[in-house]
């Protein structure tokens, strides 16, 4: 059969990829460019710079001898014609190739006349001394859209991947941190440092060579050093890492190369002629045309195309903006108007460095321009942080579609294709200079700014209890950088109201996110602000609101007895008020932290009130997760089946409200019920249905969770072998960033299937591991079970005492006996032992008894 002839460069690339049997995205990799870029290639729109057409060449296997013509086709320099269509190698055309996990922004149109920074970046990327490389340069000049076109061609060479990191929102150094995890789409979890949670991912994922890409960290070297801190400790602690950072000023770090942007290739006067030559006049032809599209230069208006680039500098920001008015004025009005803004700048503002005189003035030429309407709506969309929405803008700045459509025309607000407005920081900076003159104005818009995403958040809580789970979390994390600055606004400003109705979202939210100590934080900055205040009615409501939202998330650490305390405040203040609707929240949370501390009857007594406040309420989440505690709290107390019961009976209400979170966790703990109950096979699907939701939620708590009591039910099931396989993948999925409780347990169930195996002093050594993890959250039941699994380790120990007075383990077992907070399942344990013990040695006179406190003491040496 006869192959067509294409009719194309673009046409021959895609047949030449295609009989490698290549996606443009392989072939992209390979060839070092974007996605946007190949896909302009092949359908004609645009030539590859020479650059990148040797590239394509040796990704597409073109010979050595048939290369220089290759490039000189693919330029235009000659015919198609001149091609040869010999197939490709065959065995040549599925060489391996990694394909890593990306994380860059896809631009919505193509870098402009930066060949020669691109190379110039290159050779300096391929110097193995250099780590970190910053791209400095004036706002405007196009500093992120080279970074990220550069990101785009290196992906090849970075199998662990290229991750973009927008930071020109962010408001503090602490928020790098999350927002690298949302590049590398990592989940934080449990009470560690964030810091530390995330080094450690990028330590354990980026085994080869990652390129980690900073975009715009001036602001923040600004504020502190914590942020050039912490690009110094990446790099110290991933030796696999590089990173590409953009600022306006370089980061004086060690090691640290630079690179200066300047603007595009100016036309001069006198080759004003060759416009379609210089990348400045190139991208101010093109903006014209989207804003006119049957415009056309004469002679004469090349000669004023040519002044106005040279007058902003080829900056490329500047050249926009200079644009989008060739539908009002003749390009000589333009180069007019920002030639006189310059000379006006340079006279009346001498503070004003230099370099920025030329983007000032084009941005003040465009000002003028706007109506007063448009004015007004810009410099109120200054208010805005990492962007904003259709619906924000109208409540918030009153600006309608047609207003902000003016406004993108203009380019002066940036539409993303999925309906979000953002304006470029340059841009979002000048407007925000102008709404600071007006002081009633920029109060005002900060108000609404504030009660817009409060409102937004607390719209959000029930969709956070709900099966819209994912899609709420998503929605929230891309407004955080707005929620931030509304919550401040809201503190300092004393609107309590809002806050009062949004902290449980704010709670539950960074309770699901993983980001502990941030909500912590967050929410005692309303603490402090409340109890400034006169108390009231009102005031305590919301005061005992955020105790509970607090101590949620001390619980969440490990950190049981702050948690406790701030559930205990709580109850009281909401007592006092007789808030029985949100004593449901206080009730229940405080019961459940009260029966992992062994204290059940109290335990059952205070989830009973908070399930009958919620039933009131008809809050169906806190009807589902009382029922569910008070099944768990009756099952460790050895009701099994009423506990079992009840516990699915929490279990069907949570799926009805469809929480994934809460129905992976109810999955999880319920196996030690379905285990008493022998329904093992049934525990263990349970266990990979919750394993599959922990996954599709980024549950990193709630997988190590599931896999601890995967490993129980397969050990009750006698594949101790197996369990062990779980309980370490638990341990590892936990990791450095959680402590206490689950910890303790896990080791605990470690050792139990350990010494089931036959391995005893491997077992002792993970008891007594667990039992350090218990003691140091002062948790009875847990010291308590690791004690019954040391007893068991004595009991069966060759050498063991005749006597029973001088064999620890009877009294240890006696200990378990009789103290009230051991679980119904450890009791009957050393009920067991202790028989077992009795039946086997000698009977010996009563010896004083243990206390609990003694007894821990003894096997830790503390």
């Not at 931030?484 to 709670?507: M, T």
């Not at 950190?559 to 909401?574: H, K, T």
């Not at 036959?758 to 002792?764: E, I, T």
């Amino acid at each position: 059969m006869e192959t067509e002839t294409p009719a194309s460069f673009g046409e021959w690339i895609k047949s030449r990829r295609k009989a490698l049997d290549l996606t443009q995205e392989e072939l992209s990799v390979r060839a070092g460019c974007s996605v946007f870029a190949l896909r302009k290639i092949e359908s004609g729109e645009r030539r590859p710079s020479k650059q990148l057409a040797a590239l394509l060449a040796d990704a597409l296997q073109i010979s050595d001898d048939d290369k220089p013509t290759f490039i000189r086709v693919a330029r235009g320099d000659l015919a198609l014609g001149r091609l040869r269509t010999s197939q490709p190698d065959s065995r040549l055309a599925s060489f391996p190739i990694k394909l890593a996990s990306h994380h860059l922004p896809l631009p919505s149109s193509p870098l402009l006349g930066r060949d020669p920074e691109l190379a110039s970046m290159e050779r300096i990327f391929n110097d193995p001394q250099c780590r970190l490389l910053t791209l400095t340069g004036v706002g405007g000049i196009g500093k992120t859209r080279l970074a990220i076109e550069f990101a785009s061609r290196q992906r090849g060479r970075f199998p662990d991947g290229v991750y973009f990191v927008p930071l020109v929102s962010a408001n503090a150094a602490e928020s790098i941190v999350p927002a690298v995890a949302e590049a590398l789409k990592f989940s934080f979890s449990g009470p560690a440092d964030l810091k530390e949670q995330l080094i450690g991912h990028m330590s354990s994922a980026m085994k080869q060579s990652a390129l980690l890409v900073l975009d715009n960290l001036e602001h923040l070297i600004a504020q502190s050093a914590e942020a050039v801190e912490l690009v110094s400790e990446f790099l110290e602690r991933i030796p696999s890492l590089k990173i590409l950072a953009t600022s306006r000023e370089r980061l004086n770090l060690h090691g640290e190369w630079t690179y200066e942007l300047h603007g595009l290739p100016v036309p001069p006067v006198e080759f004003a002629d060759r416009l379609d030559d210089y990348s400045a006049a190139v991208l101010f032809l093109q903006r014209a045309r989207h804003i006119q599209p049957n415009f056309e230069v004469g002679e004469a208006e090349r000669l004023e195309v040519s002044r106005i680039c040279l007058l902003v500098e080829g900056i490329p920001l500047a050249i926009e903006l200079a644009a989008a008015w060739v539908g009002l004025l003749t390009c000589a009005e333009i180069a007019h108007e920002i030639e006189a803004n310059v000379d006006f700048l340079a006279a009346s503002m001498r503070d004003l460095p230099e370099r920025h005189r030329s983007l000032r003035a084009s941005f003040d030429h465009s000002w003028k321009l706007l109506s007063d309407t448009e004015r007004g709506t810009l410099s109120r969309l200054s208010i805005f942080h990492g962007g904003f929405d259709r619906a924000a803008a109208e409540e918030v700045t009153g600006a309608s579609l047609p207003l902000l459509a003016s406004l993108v025309s203009k380019s002066l607000v940036k539409r993303a294709e999925a309906g979000r407005y953002s304006l470029h920081e340059a841009i979002r900076q000048f407007a925000f200079s102008h709404l600071e003159e007006d002081e009633s104005c920029c109060h005002q818009t900060c108000d609404r700014h504030c009660e817009h995403y409060l409102a937004f958040a607390a719209n959000h809580e029930s969709k956070l209890k709900s099966g819209l789970q994912q899609t709420a979390m998503r929605e929230i994390t891309a407004e955080l950088d707005n929620l931030r600055a509304a919550w401040e606004w809201g503190i300092q400003n004393k609107k309590f109201d809002s806050l009062g109705g949004a902290v449980r979202a704010f709670g539950w939210y960074y309770e699901v996110s993983g980001m502990i100590r941030e909500g912590i934080e967050q929410l005692e900055l309303l603490v402090c602000a409340l109890n400034d205040q006169p108390r009231d009615t009102h005031i305590n409501k919301v005061l005992g609101t955020t105790f509970v939202q607090q101590g949620l998330l001390y619980f969440r650490s490990g950190q049981f007895a702050r948690a406790q305390e701030l559930y205990d405040q709580s109850i009281a203040i909401l007592r006092s008020v007789d808030a029985q609707f949100l004593l449901a929240d206080a009730l229940i949370f405080s019961g459940t932290l009260k029966h992992l501390n062994g204290n059940y009857l109290e335990a059952k007594a205070q989830i009973a009130e908070g399930l009958a406040y919620a039933r009131a309420s008809h809050n169906n989440w806190f009807i589902a997760y009382g029922i569910y505690n008070l099944g768990h709290v009756d099952s460790l107390m050895g009701e099994y089946q009423k506990g079992y019961d009840q516990m699915q009976e929490g279990l069907a209400l949570f799926r009805k409200v469809g929480d994934p979170h809460s129905i992976s966790l109810g999955l999880n703990f319920l196996v030690d019920t379905q285990i008493a109950l022998k329904r093992y096979d049934e525990a263990k699907e349970s266990m990979r249905e919750s394993i599959a939701l922990c996954e599709q939620t980024q549950n990193r708590w709630g997988m190590g969770t599931a896999y601890r009591y995967f490993g129980l039910a397969t050990m009750a099931d006698g594949h101790y072998d197996q369990a062990q396989v779980c309980f370490q993948k638990s341990l590892e999925i936990f990791g450095e960033y959680f402590e206490g409780w689950d910890i303790a347990i896990t080791f605990a169930y470690l050792a139990d299937a350990t010494l089931l195996a036959g391995d005893n002093a491997k077992a002792r050594t993970l008891y007594l591991n667990s039992l350090h993890h218990a003691r140091r959250i002062n948790s009875a039941p847990l010291m308590l079970m690791t004690l019954a699994g040391l007893a068991q380790l004595e009991v069966h120990l060759p050498d063991v005492s005749a006597r029973l007075d001088t064999n620890p383990a009877a009294g240890w077992l006696t200990l378990i006996l009789n103290h009230p907070a051991a679980t119904s399942e450890t009791k009957d344990r050393a009920a067991r032992l202790l028989d077992e013990l009795r039946s086997t040695h000698t009977l010996s006179p009563p010896q004083p008894a243990w206390t609990l406190e003694q007894a821990v003491e003894t096997l830790t040496g503390k």
